[in-house]
T-cell receptor, first 112, second 114 residues
Framework: ETGVTQSPTHLIKTRGQQVTLRCSSQ?????VSWYQQALGQGPQFIFQ???????GRGNFPPRFSGLQFPNYSSELNVNALELDDSALYLC???????????FGPGTRLTVT | AQTVTQSQPEMSVQEAETVTLSCTYD???????LFWYKQPPSRQMILVIR??????QNATENRFSVNFQKAAKSFSLKISDSQLGDTAMYFC???????????FGKGTSLLVTP
């Protein structure tokens, strides 16, 4: 059974740029959730995708957007990067209507 | 909105000893799920234990057990026979039964010393 994977591991961007982060869900999982974890904080929910549609969204601006593909992998896109976007971005996959979310190792984004 | 509070930013325990991490939460929901997640320095978040609010029996997973007090909205994690590999950040999290988002506390950094 393949676990959740994320790419890239680390990323450095400049303020105002755009970034795309990628996530492959665990085998058999059709739901992907994204979280932002600032340094020293707990993860904050960004949004969730189920069957290629956004299923729920946290308190994040529209410049945070996502996609889910037919193979259930997912992308997180952030436009107009701000310094406060520097964080660890975690992807978690799950079976729809179940509560167990399995996390990937994360992507560390640094905005300078 | 649901809030999760972990009042112990850092804790330390000696190997083989027992330690308890505290968590309180605030919700108007009657049915929900509670979780403890572990995030080692390698940073991959791992589910340690889960509790369904409708179950009165406290969950147990090997050396990990919880003390779930629904009326007090308290959900503590007890780690018995602590091991060096238990060193990590521990996050308490809440999810509504009808929900999809995990609400996390700020975490407790646990250090297990020889």
């Amino acid at each position: 059974e393949t676990g959740v994977t994320q790419s890239p591991t680390h990323l450095i961007k400049t303020r105002g740029q755009q970034v795309t982060l990628r996530c492959s869900s665990q085998s058999g999982h059709n739901t992907v959730s994204w979280y932002q974890q600032a340094l020293g904080q707990g993860p904050q929910f960004i949004f969730q995708y189920y069957r290629e549609e956004e299923n729920g969204r946290g308190n994040f601006p529209p410049r945070f957007s996502g996609l889910q593909f037919p193979n259930y992998s997912s992308e997180l896109n952030v436009n107009a990067l701000e310094l406060d976007d520097s964080a660890l971005y975690l992807c978690a996959s799950s079976l729809a209507r179940t509560y167990e979310q399995y996390f990937g190792p994360g992507t560390r984004l640094t905005v300078t | 909105a649901q809030t999760v509070t972990q009042s112990q930013p850092e804790m330390s325990v000696q190997e083989a000893e027992t330690v308890t991490l505290s968590c309180t939460y605030d919700t108007s929901e009657n049915n929900y799920y509670l979780f403890w997640y572990k995030q080692p320095p390698s940073r991959q978040m791992i589910l340690v234990i889960r509790q369904e609010a409708y179950k009165q029996q406290n969950a147990t997973e090997n050396r990990f057990s919880v003390n779930f007090q629904k009326a007090a909205k308290s959900f503590s994690l007890k780690i018995s026979d602590s091991q060096l590999g238990d060193t990590a950040m521990y996050f308490c999290a809440f999810m509504k039964v009808s929900g999809y988002a995990l609400n996390f506390g700020k975490g407790t950094s646990l250090l297990v010393t020889p």
